[in-house]
């Protein structure tokens, strides 16, 4: 998976085109619209979970290892828990630490990227290289071993470091646009008018490369999704949490391959991969729109 | 020439900061979780190498910067420590065992990923009416968004279990002797497709989309339509023109994806069991064995960062701007 | 008539940008020295790459100049920073070429308006917004309240110049550097925005320093005139002296460029590319197109020399 947002052709100028609503513009997009009800049905299904099933997703009175029926339409886990009940709280959990670690690892990118390219100097030397050697130390490995030490933690702590990993491919795409934005003359004009540089970053850079923010947000969000499912995959996060990725811990566990139980390790896993084309497929969308040579060709 | 030191000088500063993460992961992490590993080997291992290991996860008197001193000389050495899960073995002789395995099966599906999803991207900005070309970079946002153990698991409940295809773990038939011969590299072979395919499933979506996004920007300049105009080839204009310069943008983003793969190859072994640092690092974590741990994520980094130096060398070749300028 | 006030005065002004690495510099502003005095509209008038640009962005201290002296009334400019270099904003503003560029597209024009109102003028609440109002009244967009929440691109070429202006007006400066402010707008508008800022300076008693390529407004919008060429201040006059006898073969090719002039100069040299910038030039920069170019034009370093009382020119043929 690699990032779709290519930087030099995304100049977020959307004046010169006498814009729509660029939320109109964004579902206008056939893709954009099949992402975001791929979003949307997950995050119902998620609030919607008690009222979607009656069973307590922990409670393991049930027998064992049943094929899916009319009384468990995902079956039965081995330890004789619902599935379905679980798939749904699951993706409580899931949704809300991945989106939480998009969030994180956003904001730091924000603050990585945009803060060096305006003060620029060594300060920007420093940073920069700094971002670059986090892009290229291997999150996961990394992710593994920071688990390791922080063994059976709970869910927040699982986001934020996912976000502290996470966050330096978006510093980098983010510093560059500052870098071509911050020599613009409605920045120079805002010196000029003696806004403060927070002012500046924040109220005259930012908003213009908005779309750039949000698709890198799309993307986090994606990462952040896949890597809580990995570290809970491996029992590194929080085994007792229902998630996705604990299901599919357990169900490794359970032998549930050995024993065909596909309706338990299917859902779960179909579920990240569906959220992930999802966000990918918004981030796509975002792209097109500030980049409009995308658009036709789609 | 400015360009290469440029990038040696990178290599160095990043290899260093992975060995100072290395350093000070450890040592920040709350509740010292090597104190009660301790505990748990007094006595089962001798006491010089419990000795060891204090001093390498300062449980010890001495001054932070005289540890880290000492921790970068150990490494300059090769020394990783003991490994407490294969005990005595050194930390080194399992990296020794398992860095191969891994090596071959990252770096032939990175390959063939790579390749794949390159000319499935130049197809697909190329005929852009076809119905396959249109499918192609909806399809991998999909399979970009696959967890690589999660497909893993697919394969092996269906090609392993149900079909009885492949094998589902390990690298080779454990009643095989390795070495160069035919049973053995063919056992391999059987033994490596399934975990392949996975790798280069999971990772050749993310290829397909960033080359026809590259090319479809391409084919719309200028000089595309002054070389069509001119009357270059189609073939010619696909591959010499757009393709050429549609690939030099990706290498930018190799440094990550190579992460990414890295990340999903190892999260494959652990499946598959596959012996490689992977599937080690994942028996380190599970039995608290930090020396081993720590020397598999540091080998881990230096090999991406070495791959990564590669291509960025690689990629200097490539493009003369890059060459000459040395920025 | 009173001795006029000195309000801006450069004094051996050097602007330089590496290039290229190794060393090497380019000097888009090599030593000049301008005057401007209060209420006082000074035309400065080149092609580009002359550096007028960079003149301006330096007199508004955008850029930093690498030497020389800016002379802020009593106070050396030059290298200020932070709170004074805010300060100094808050007197000289800026006018820009293009009001497509120098608009944010994400902010409205009330937003854009009210910050130098907010920052240097420390108004908030209503007095903001009554300042703001008068503001676009001042220049000409009436009613306000129709375009305040409207965003640059709902606007006209001239409407977004206009409130460009009206921004630079809201720190209420002395001085205004308007860099080609009509340039990018239609013909048909041009001489809108011109009488706009004809009124201001006079309502006003702002200085303007009028930064073009194009003789003719110069002429009709300043009361002197400086000519700049590769970075140097070529020649300086009063508009109607320039006009009457223009003494640098470059002046007078510009003359004899505009229309309706009965100026006839001799051809020049256009096969050149664009002036030489570098650091390392030597002699006249105008030698290698000037018509009337001697030997030692190229060699010597041509000196500014004020001939008259009002009139000054760099070439070695004034002093025959």
């Known amino acids: 998976m690699t990032v779709i947002t290519s930087v030099a052709s995304t100049s977020v100028d959307p ?16 893709k954009a619209r099949v992402g975001f009800g791929i979003f949307a049905f997950f995050v119902l299904i998620a609030l919607l979970a008690p009222v979607i099933t009656p069973y307590n997703p922990q409670s393991t009175l049930f027998i064992p290892l049943q094929a899916p029926d009319a009384r468990h339409w995902l079956g039965t886990t081995g330890n004789g828990q619902d599935v379905l009940a679980q798939f749904v709280y699951g993706a409580r959990t899931s949704l809300t630490v991945g989106i939480l670690a998009g969030l994180t690892a956003t904001a730091i990118g924000i603050v990585m990227g945009m803060l060096p390219a305006y003060r620029g100097g060594t ?168 980049n409009p040579r995308l658009r036709e060709s789609s | 020439m400015k360009y290469v030191l440029n990038r040696v000088g990178f290599l160095l500063i990043s290899l260093w900061a992975a060995a100072t993460i290395n350093f000070f992961l450890p040592r920040m992490m709350p509740g010292n979780p090597v104190d009660s590993l301790i505990a748990r080997f007094q006595g ?45 073995a ?15 099966l990252a770096g032939l599906s990175t390959v063939i990923s790579v390749a794949l999803g390159l000319a499935l991207g130049i197809y697909s900005a190329w005929h852009r009416k076809g119905w396959l070309a249109n499918a192609l970079p909806t399809m991998s946002t999909f399979t970009a968004a696959i967890p690589f153990f999660w497909l893993a698991m697919i394969f092996v409940y269906l090609l392993g279990y149900l079909l009885g295809w492949f094998p589902t773990d390990h690298a080779y038939t454990s009643s095989l002797v390795p070495g160069i011969n035919g049973p053995f590299i063919l056992s391999v072979l059987h033994h490596g497709i399934l975990p392949a395919c996975t790798i280069v499933i999971s990772s050749l979506g993310g290829w397909l989309m960033n080359m026809r996004n590259n090319m479809v920007q391409i084919l719309g300049e200028d000089y595309i339509l002054f070389a069509q105009a001119k009357g270059v080839p189609d073939r010619a204009l696909m591959l010499r023109y757009a393709a050429r310069n549609a690939i030099l943008p990706i290498a930018t983003s190799f440094a990550m994806s190579i992460g990414f793969v890295v ?33 598999l994520f540091l080998m881990i980094a230096v090999s991406v960062l070495l791959a990564n130096f590669a291509v960025e060398m690689l990629y200097g070749r490539l493009d003369p701007r890059v060459r000459r300028s040395g920025v | 008539m009173s001795e006029p006030i000195e309000v801006l005065r450069a004094e051996n002004l050097v602007v330089r940008f590496p290039v290229g690495g190794r060393g090497r510099w380019i000097v888009p502003v090599d030593n000049i020295n301008l005057t401007i005095h209060q209420a006082e509209s000074v035309g400065i008038v080149g092609e580009s790459g002359s550096g007028k640009t960079t003149l301006g962005r330096t007199l508004v201290r955008i850029l930093e100049p690498a030497k020389g002296r800016l002379h802020w009334h009593t106070h050396d400019v030059a290298h200020i920073r932070g709170r004074a270099l805010r300060h100094y904003h808050a007197a000289v ?128 919008f300043s009361t002197r005139i400086g000519v700049m060429y590769a970075g140097q201040l070529v020649e300086m006059a009063t508009a109607a002296d320039i006009t009457r006898r223009p003494l640098h073969p470059y002046t007078r090719l510009l ?17 050149q590319g664009s002036p030489d910038l570098s650091a390392q030039r030597r002699g006249c920069p105008f030698a290698p197109r000037c018509p009337l170019v001697m030997d030692r034009c190229r060699q010597a370093t041509v000196e500014f020399r004020w001939l008259a009382d009002q009139h000054g020119v760099a070439c070695l043929r004034s002093e025959e």
Request: glycine share 8%; proline share 5%.
């Open chain 1, 123 to 290: 300060f920007d030397l420093v940073v920069s290289t700094f971002t670059n050697i986090i892009l290229v130390v291997p999150g996961l490995p990394l992710l593994l071993v920071i688990g390791a030490y922080i063994h059976q933690t709970g869910s927040l702590v699982i986001a934020l470091v996912i976000g502290m990993t996470g966050w330096a491919w978006q510093a980098r795409v983010l510093r560059s646009q500052t870098l071509s934005l911050v020599s613009r003359d409605y920045v120079v004009a805002a010196r000029l008018a003696g806004a403060p540089d927070q002012h500046i970053i924040f109220r005259e850079i930012l908003p213009n490369m908005l779309s750039l923010v949000v698709a890198g947000l799309m993307y986090s969000c994606l990462y952040g999704i896949l890597a809580e499912a990995s570290l809970e995959f491996l029992g590194l996060g929080n085994i007792n949490a229902t998630s996705w990725g604990t299901m599919l811990y357990w169900a490794t566990q359970g032998a549930a391959l050995l024993n065909g139980a596909w309706w338990w390790f299917v859902p779960p896993g179909l579920s990240i991969a569906l959220v992930g084309m999802g966000f990918s497929l918004m981030n796509f969308a975002v792209d097109t729109l500030s």
């Open chain 3, 255 to 271: 003359m004899a460029a505009s229309p309706g002039s009965g100026m006839k100069a001799p051809l020049p040299e256009t096969t």
């Open chain 2, 44 to 88: 089962r291992i001798s006491g010089s190498a419990l000795h060891a290991i204090e001093l390498q996860f300062g449980i010890t008197h001495q001054p932070l910067w005289f540890q880290y001193l000492a921790y970068l000389n150990h490494l300059l050495h090769g020394n990783f420590g003991v490994s407490l899960t294969y005990y005595p």
């Open chain 2, 263 to 295: 990340g999903g190859t190892l999260l494959t072994e652990i499946v598959f069991s596959y012996p490689g640092v992977g599937y080690q690092l994942f028996t380190a974590i599970e039995n608290s064995d930090y020396p081993l741990m720590q020397g």
């Open chain 3, 93 to 220: 503003q800026m006018v820009f070429q293009d009001p497509f560029a120098s608009l944010n597209p994400a902010r409205t024009v009330f937003d854009q308006v009210a910050l130098p109102v907010r920052c240097h003028r420390r108004m908030s609440g209503a007095a903001q917004a009554d300042r703001v109002e008068s503001l676009l009244d001042q220049v000409g967009l009436s009613p306000a309240r129709d375009l305040r929440e409207k965003y640059p691109h709902e606007l006209s070429g001239g409407q977004r110049q206009r409130v460009a202006i009206a921004r630079a007006l809201a720190a209420d400066p002395q001085i205004i550097v308007a860099d080609e402010p009509v340039s990018m707008l239609d013909v048909s508008i041009r001489a809108g925005i011109l009488q706009l800022l004809t009124e201001l300076k006079e309502q006003l008693a702002l200085s303007f320093v009028f930064i073009t390529h194009d003789l003719a407004s110069a002429r009709y």
């Open chain 1, 15 to 30: 004046s010169r085109r006498g814009r729509t609503s660029p939320i109109r513009q964004f579902f206008k997009d056939p």
């Open chain 2, 90 to 104: 050194s930390v080194m002789t399992v990296i020794g065992n398992s860095l191969p395995w891994t090596l071959g």
